[in-house]
């Protein structure tokens, strides 16, 4: 039920991964959300939101939703006069979570675009709202390339691991200024990286720490094919056969440039201390979403290890030598996880002071097996996505 003495939240964002989960523990919570969105090719904005609603299984709380189609590239949000006034008379607080995630150097206009040029509108709208809180999600990797102690302040870097990194870095500091000369104060929310719910493994997005698993995945099942349907003529080549134990042998060894971790939070401990942080904040701050628990990419082999019935994946870090033989399942995984290297072996330590004063004693859990487990067995299942709201075959 809507609780009148909530503030009304514009929400942007909300058919993303983290805008669909907090606008579902939103409305759980009594609020009353305006989702601002847009249409695709096939679906109205209406249909979009309500697939996901039935997902989460909230399809009564369909009521404390207003759904409003807008550009945030055009005048006045690309709706009609009356229409923006009456939006800007009922908002009282604004969440930002559209982004283009893409890492793609080629797509740096598309992302620079959604990013930051789109900025102005919800910025405007902001201040013609007069709204008592803006709150924008970003990402804890605006401290940059060349940084190892990452604090909750705005970044001052130059250097980035990707373009998302930069467009992300850029929009914080428009703003943070932009809420400073208008007076509204601002949260600025940093997760590291986020995948799928730690208990039940669901998850409405299958990039970031799922790719790479993937595309082991994908690689692994082209040798299984050649080995029960070929006669492994393919995998006999390069030494890949299936043991007495019935684990897939396979040489894939993955180069790392060095030593490091992957910073890895659930989205429900994302939801739950947005939702602190959300409902606790006076006057605004920045906050990092981190885990204090690192995850190395050793123990995410073993893990895959178990899971998939596979052996022969090593770690090195260091560069290959410039006359080393790859084999085709090592260059095949080289390309699928490039653009995610980087992250495979972070070294950056972020600070949570204001995190841990708003949060209390909330923590993400440490990645277990279990997790893993849950989280690779849904993506499998759902077939990385494809089958996301196919009803009958959603596990969870």
């Given at each position: 039920?809507?609780?009148?003495?909530?503030?009304?939240?514009?929400?942007?964002?909300?058919?993303?991964?983290?805008?669909?989960?907090?606008?579902?523990?939103?409305?759980?919570?009594?609020?009353?959300?305006?989702?601002?969105?847009?249409p695709?090719?096939?679906?109205?904005?209406?249909?979009?939101?309500?697939?996901?609603?039935?997902?989460?299984?909230i399809?009564?709380?369909?009521?404390?939703?207003?759904?409003?189609?807008?550009?945030?590239?055009?005048p006045?949000?690309?709706?009609p006069?009356?229409?923006?006034?009456?939006?800007?008379?009922?908002?009282?607080?604004?969440?930002?979570?559209?982004?283009?995630?893409?890492?793609?150097?080629?797509?740096?206009?598309?992302?620079?675009?959604?990013?930051?040029?789109?900025?102005?509108?919800?910025?405007?709208f902001?201040?013609?709202?007069?709204?008592?809180f803006?709150?924008?999600?970003?990402?804890?990797?605006?401290?940059?390339?060349?940084?190892?102690?990452?604090?909750?302040?705005?970044?001052?870097?130059?250097?980035?691991?990707?373009?998302?990194?930069?467009?992300?870095?850029?929009?914080?500091?428009?703003?943070?200024?932009?809420?400073?000369?208008?007076?509204?104060?601002?949260?600025?929310?940093?997760?590291?990286?986020?995948?799928?719910?730690?208990?039940?493994?669901?998850?409405?997005?299958?990039?970031?720490?799922?790719?790479?698993?993937?595309?082991?995945?994908?690689?692994?099942?082209?040798?299984?094919?050649?080995?029960?349907?070929?006669?492994?003529?393919?995998?006999?080549?390069?030494?890949?056969?299936?043991?007495?134990?019935?684990?897939?042998?396979?040489?894939?060894?993955?180069?790392?440039?060095?030593?490091?971790?992957?910073?890895?939070?659930?989205?429900?401990?994302?939801?739950?201390?947005?939702?602190k942080?959300?409902?606790?904040?006076?006057?605004?701050?920045?906050?990092?979403?981190?885990?204090?628990?690192?995850?190395?990419?050793?123990?995410?082999?073993?893990?895959?290890?178990?899971?998939?019935?596979?052996?022969?994946?090593?770690?090195?870090?260091?560069?290959?030598?410039?006359?080393?033989?790859?084999?085709?399942?090592?260059?095949?995984?080289?390309?699928?996880?490039?653009?995610?290297?980087?992250?495979?072996?972070?070294?950056?330590?972020?600070?949570?002071?204001?995190?841990?004063?708003?949060?209390?004693?909330?923590?993400p859990?440490?990645?277990?097996?279990?997790?893993?487990k849950?989280?690779?067995?849904?993506?499998?299942?759902?077939?990385?996505?494809?089958?996301?709201?196919?009803?009958?075959?959603?596990?969870?």
């Amino acid at each position: 039920m809507f609780n009148k003495k909530k503030p009304i939240i514009a929400l942007t964002g909300a058919t993303g991964f983290l805008g669909s989960h907090l606008m579902a523990s939103m409305l759980s919570g009594g609020y009353k959300i305006i989702v601002l969105g847009r249409p695709t090719k096939e679906e109205t904005l209406q249909e979009r939101i309500s697939k996901l609603l039935r997902w989460f299984g909230i399809e009564e709380l369909a009521g404390q939703l207003e759904l409003v189609e807008i550009d945030f590239l055009e005048p006045m949000l690309g709706i009609p006069e009356a229409e923006y006034k009456n939006l800007c008379a009922i908002t009282e607080q604004i969440i930002h979570c559209a982004s283009d995630t893409s890492f793609a150097e080629r797509k740096r206009d598309t992302i620079f675009k959604s990013n930051v040029s789109s900025l102005e509108g919800i910025l405007e709208f902001a201040a013609n709202a007069d709204v008592n809180f803006f709150h924008y999600i970003s990402t804890a990797y605006v401290a940059g390339a060349n940084v190892t102690f990452c604090k909750e302040s705005i970044s001052s870097s130059t250097g980035f691991l990707n373009v998302y990194e930069e467009s992300k870095a850029q929009a914080e500091k428009i703003i943070a200024s932009f809420c400073k000369k208008y007076s509204i104060p601002c949260t600025i929310i940093r997760p590291s990286i986020v995948y799928g719910d730690s208990h039940t493994g669901r998850s409405l997005k299958f990039n970031a720490l799922y790719f790479p698993l993937k595309s082991l995945k994908f690689v692994r099942d082209i040798y299984l094919n050649d080995l029960k349907n070929n006669g492994g003529k393919k995998s006999e080549k390069y030494g890949i056969f299936i043991d007495d134990e019935g684990y897939l042998r396979m040489p894939l060894r993955i180069y790392l440039p060095k030593k490091g971790a992957l910073n890895l939070i659930p989205v429900d401990y994302f939801v739950n201390a947005t939702m602190k942080i959300i409902a606790k904040t006076s006057s605004g701050g920045i906050f990092h979403l981190t885990n204090h628990a690192y995850t190395k990419l050793e123990t995410i082999t073993a893990y895959n290890e178990q899971l998939m019935m596979m052996k022969g994946v090593e770690i090195i870090y260091g560069k290959s030598a410039e006359n080393e033989i790859r084999n085709p399942s090592e260059e095949l995984f080289d390309r699928f996880i490039e653009p995610y290297l980087a992250y495979l072996s972070d070294n950056r330590i972020f600070d949570r002071v204001n995190t841990d004063e708003v949060t209390g004693n909330l923590y993400p859990p440490e990645f277990t097996y279990e997790i893993f487990k849950n989280c690779m067995e849904y993506a499998i299942d759902v077939k990385w996505g494809e089958l996301i709201f196919v009803e009958e075959n959603v596990t969870g």
